[in-house]
């Protein structure tokens, strides 16, 4: 007698992705296709969202701009389905020396992103089914003091502790927080423009694992969290060692 054939992983399970038009989330999404499960591929740009889209074959597409809580609300209530995972890699990082802050900026930024996590949050999870996951995508970066880290760093300090909270909060909805250090994307190009390949070949030759953390890492990881569930409240870095140097 032949063996059962193994369904895919993610055959059956909807996923949004909430910044799913590249890097992280685009990756991500790639990979619950690949395991037989449906995406709603969810950016902010609508160009680089067709694109996405015509990669993935997502279930839908929707066009958001995840700091507008309203929107948020909005996008989550018009879901015709249920979904199982939720993603979000919304929000890019602020390095700015107190000297140049513009503080009524810097106040808006630091509360969108709070503001944003909790929409998701909120709103996200009356659309999600029990054991699934709501995660989010932070980083590593803010945790070492620095000059122009002030802002990040409050926001490193703070999602660890949204995510421990919210997961007592949205049980059975899991809620968990990925930290990422340098991950070669779209967006750690255009922050560094020509200082990016100097800072491969750094981390090629100064990381224990000998090369620079891509998407494809983040999104096993994601994927991972997915799956086991028993996981919840926790934040997972992933960064190749780069804390320890």
Request: no cysteine.
């Amino acid at each position: 007698m032949s063996p059962e054939k193994k369904q895919p992983g993610m055959a059956d399970q909807v996923v949004v992705v909430i910044g799913g038009s590249s890097g992280m989330g685009l990756e991500t999404a790639r990979r619950v296709r690949a395991e037989g499960g449906q995406v709603v591929l969810v950016g902010r740009n609508p160009e680089r969202l067709k694109r996405a889209a015509a990669h993935v074959q997502p279930l839908s597409t929707a066009i958001l701009d995840a700091t507008d809580t309203g929107r948020v609300q909005q996008f989550f209530e018009d879901l015709p389905h249920p979904v199982d995972h939720v993603m979000s890699t919304a929000g890019g990082p602020s390095y700015l020396p107190l000297a140049e802050m513009d503080l009524v900026e810097t106040s808006r930024h630091f509360g969108e992103r709070l503001a944003m996590t909790l929409a998701i949050a909120k709103y996200g999870r009356d659309r999600m089914r029990a054991g699934g996951t709501l995660l989010f995508v932070g980083g590593t970066g803010g945790r070492r003091p620095g000059v122009g880290r002030t802002v990040i760093a409050a926001l490193t300090a703070a999602l660890p502790a949204l995510t421990a909270n919210l997961a007592l909060e949205l049980a059975p909805v899991r809620v968990n927080l990925i930290a990422a250090g340098f991950v070669d994307t779209p967006l750690s190009a255009s922050l560094l423009a020509d200082k990016l390949d100097a800072r491969r070949e750094e981390l090629r030759s100064t990381l224990p694992i000998r090369r620079v953390v891509g998407p494809e890492d983040v999104a096993d990881l994601a994927l991972h969290i997915m799956h086991n569930e028993a996981l919840t409240g926790a934040t997972y870095d992933i960064d190749g060692g780069q804390q320890l140097l």
